[in-house]
């Protein structure tokens, strides 16, 4: 096998197989490295996204969906449901085929994907600059070279780690998930994905029903870490369930850490580059981070591109991911980050009267498109006690 690449890419979730099949489809020599034998696997994700947040990435095989998603039920802390209607508003995924097929699609166009690989050190210094990633397959270290190194190893990113980037995340930054495959779920409308709040149910976060098809679902809860003090994340899931779906199945358990906060900076550092929930690029109203790591992904490739067919090459074009992603996302993640912080930390009186709110002006109704960010702020401009807290949030979140 070939030791020497023009990328080597660290992880085979969305983020790194989305760069690898952007980068090898240009032409690029591309190492892709996934430590689990298969891609996808083992699922720690409700596998829900916009549909916008996958087709403005790549164009959409039938295959990949479970299930088509056309609106949203809320469940308040009292029980009250609302409901908003959204055709063609998401996909549920099956991430395993997803990945899989992507990752087969970067190897049709020559990258050598590589599983059962697990990357365990940078070779080079930060002086001198990082030249490859050893690696371990079957038992055996190996070494491989590449100009450029993608960090597209999850949450807890280690070749961001050994780059030396600070990846800590404090209990206010992240929600901790649990979630269950499960199948006999009763659903009264199976093209709605079903969100519920309040303090009982899921302190600071939210727990979700996204459905499958034939009576399956993704039934999991986020909790805000700093709330974990008396019950784990899984006995909320399991008190959820006992009370609102006593007889549906679990098939899988899994579970996960879920980055709520600012863009890991730098995103780039000399020729290391991080996608994905590596660069903490999750949405972090939602946790959602399936579209941010495929666009960040094609995003990133498009810069080794322009670098390595660069003669004069200087690391400065690489860093140009980090400004273009900023142009694409930052106003965005700022509005929700401000709503995050607030959210965790109101009662659930006060999602009482956010989900009169939502019922008041979307309740029963159709949206072609719903500009989330348009509707948070209208949120908090229509609260002023919400608008007063945000002023105490907004320089933490504004700096940089
Ligand atoms: C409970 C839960 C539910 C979620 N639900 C949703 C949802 O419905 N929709 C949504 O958009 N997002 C959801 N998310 C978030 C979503 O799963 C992540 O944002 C997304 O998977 C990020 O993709 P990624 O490619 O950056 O990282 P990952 O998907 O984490 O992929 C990283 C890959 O790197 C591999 N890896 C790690 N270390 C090494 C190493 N040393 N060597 C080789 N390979 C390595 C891992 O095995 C993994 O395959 C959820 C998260 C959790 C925890």
Known sequence: M?????????????????????????????????KHPRFGEPVCCAEGLSCSGLESVIPVKKSWINSNIEGAILVSPAGRQIIVHHPK??????????????????EYYGAVVLTDARAE??????????????????KQSIEFFGEIIIGADGVESQVAQWAGWDTTLSLDDCDAGAQYLMDNVQLEYPEYAKFYVGYEIAPGGYAWVFPKGEGKANVGV???????????????????LANNMPR?????????????TRRINPLVKKNIMLV?????????????????????????????????????????????????????????????????????????????????????????????????????????????????????????????
């Open 2 to 34: 070939d030791k020497y690449y023009d990328i080597v890419v660290v992880g085979g979730g969305p983020g790194g197989i989305s760069c690898a099949y952007f980068a090898a489809r240009a032409g690029l020599k591309v190492l892709l490295m996934e």
């Open 89 to 106: 508003a998401g996909y549920i995924l099956d991430r395993p085929l997803f990945e899989s097929d992507l990752a087969e699609m970067a």
């Open 121 to 138: 050190s940078l070779i080079g210094s930060p002086d001198d600059g990082y030249k490859g990633i050893s690696c371990v397959i079957n």
């Open 222 to 240: 986020g909790v805000a870490a700093r709330y974990l003090r008396e019950k784990s994340v899984q006995q909320y899931l399991d008190d959820f």
């Open 248 to 260: 549906a199945r679990i098939l899988k358990k899994m579970g996960g850490v879920i980055p709520l």
């Open 276 to 400: 994905g929930d590596a660069g903490h690029l999750t949405d972090p109203i939602s946790g959602a981070g399936i579209a941010n790591a495929l666009l960040s992904g094609k995003l990133a490739a498009q810069k080794c591109i322009k670098y390595l067919r660069n003669e004069h090459r200087g690391y400065a074009a690489l860093a140009e991911y980090e400004n273009e992603w900023d142009k694409l996302k930052k106003r965005q993640h700022q509005i929700y980050l401000t709503a995050q912080k607030l959210y965790v930390t109101i009662s659930d009186q006060d999602l009482e009267v956010l989900i009169e709110f939502i019922n008041e002006n979307m309740g029963d109704r159709t949206f072609k498109g719903i500009d989330v960010a348009k509707v948070l702020k209208s949120i908090i401009f229509h609260h002023p006690r919400l608008l007063v807290k945000a002023v105490e949030f907004l320089p933490q979140i504004f700096r940089r």
